[in-house]
């Protein structure tokens, strides 16, 4: 099924911007900002929103959509005019709007901005008009010759607002020259260079593991994608510009040279990457989107973007590590030289020099995981070049993929690579080595939450049941799971390993009193699902079945004597949680605002 896009602006003016991406391949419908709202809160993300700015307060509605978890990793394009002041345009951009699109936008230029939020919509390869023969054209389905209108649509618009910032009065209106700007020439793509087929994913180890780096600071969290001008400025790249597009020569690839992202998952690759010490590049591509890693000995020791938004000065903006008027001056040095531009913010004085380094990891790490939620797009090897920026040395991978894991892959996401909730979990202690749990926790920069799962992850409750727990927070559990899977700290089995019976002295009573207990306890803690031990997707009968068991097995019939005389107060307490519990869950509307209730706490 086409991505869905969502046009935030008036029905009866947005007929023509509906019709042209229908036209482009994508589900798409207008609806109100209201609406939006109403949709995430449901948790029917669209795939993309496009907001008009003529029709909607762009200021308000980024603020609430930017506001709430789920709304913040939408992709927005915002779609109008320049008019009007540009400063407020930039304001918006930094509440987090992946792209501004001038209007009237042609159809090219539309193309590009959905392609890099959504990937592409499978639109059919161009036709030459001329002959009616196919023409040979990049995997994205657009010519060099349409790529090069939409880079000078895109480029055209960003200097416009950059001019009007800077307060100028005259502003060229022709297309851009690429190479005035000295944005390189868009590459030839090979019509062989997608992903193979017959690809493998076996894998090769050496015999001894990558030496152990040391761990850094923690990064930032936050993440965007961001507008097309990506070309000219240090932090980003254009795609590789060798012509060999396999591992260098004389090096035995881990994996195969090219794969699907359906196949492995970016985390799991980049472990198989560091467990084999790989050499080179990694490049990893959705659409219209790159990004390459550069290793070393399997480990990271750089990572560029060929999209804007992934610039290292931009990043610095939307940290508050520079400032407006910093940031103009930034663009302009970086742009008017070579080498490093982290070093060259650092002579100019707008970078302390004690904190280069851990501001160049933070940038690198944010490149690098923006990729793991992507579950279409292919990944390559390649060969490694040199790079000006070697901001990630001594940065584990290991810490990579926990951080990446924990702030970027939704539940469901990681549900799926886990293989389902009836898995049992079991934490192999052995794998921990160094420090044990403690040395492993404080490598991964667990919180004391996830440090507390260790212990209880022995293989005997599945996923299923560890996630019923009350205290359960179901993303960092699954996160932390699926982290020590692919680190190979955790098995998945799919069932228990029953240990050997060992007989004890019977005694009904202590039987009976412990099951009391533990139940009452149960209801006392509020978690009607767990008091009637079933899972928050049972039906109705599912909930009456439960309730009239455990009924059963607390009748005072089916107890000891003593136990029932003893207890006779706590067992009415626990007919009546019980009773409540089926009574809440049974009825759908109930229900309903039951779990909105959890949600909330």
Known sequence: MAPEVLIVGEASRRADLLERIVGLGYEAAVCTRTALEQRIARVDVPGAVVVCTEDVDPRALMTALRATRRGSGVPVTLYGPLGGRSGDLADVLDLGADHFLEAPATDDALAAALDELLGPSGRPAA???????????PSNGRSDADTDIVMGQLHRTLDI???????????????????????????????????????????????????RARAPARRDRTERLGHGEARREEGTSSRATSTHDGPPSGVQPPVAERGSLDRMEVPRLLWTLHRARYSGSLVIEQGRVEKRLRWQD???????SNVGHDRLIDGLLRRGLLTREQYAHARRLVASGSGPS?????????????????VLRA??????????????????????????????????????????????????????????????????????????????AERLLM???????????????????LLARPETDELELLGLVYTLHVLEHVELAAQVEEPAAVAAPLDPVGLDMARIDERLQLGREGDYFAVLGVPRDAARLEVRRAHADLLLTFDEANLERTVAQRLRAELEELRDLLDEARDVLADEGLRSAYLAQLEEE
């Open 447 to 465: 919180s004391a939450s996830e440090e507390a799962w260790l212990g209880r992850l022995d293989g005997t409750a599945t996923l299923r049941e």
């Open 342 to 358: 982290g070093a060259r913010l650092v002579e100019a004085g707008m970078l302390k020099p004690a904190e280069l380094s851990r």
């Open 363 to 440: 940038h690198f790490i944010r490149i690098i995981d923006s990729t793991f939620p992507w579950t279409e797009g292919q990944w390559r090897l390649a060969p490694g070049e040199a790079s000006e920026e070697e901001g990630l040395a001594g940065t584990p991978v290991s810490l990579v993929v926990a951080e990446g894991v924990r702030h970027r892959m939704e539940s469901a996401q990681l549900l799926a690579l886990l293989g389902g909730v009836e898995l049992r979990p079991r934490f192999v202690v052995e794998s921990a080595t160094e420090g044990g749990t403690r040395g492993l």
């Open 127 to 137: 036709t030459s008009a001329s002959s009616g023969s196919h023409l040979a054209v």
């Open 298 to 304: 399997g480990e990271i020791t750089s990572a560029t």
């Open 161 to 211: 607002l950059e001019a009007r910032l800077r307060d100028r009065e005259d502003v060229e209106s022709d297309e851009l020259d690429l190479d005035a700007l000295g944005v390189p020439a868009l590459p030839e793509v090979d019509e062989g260079s997608g992903t193979s087929g017959a690809a493998s994913d076996s894998l090769e180890l050496p015999s001894t593991s990558a030496p």
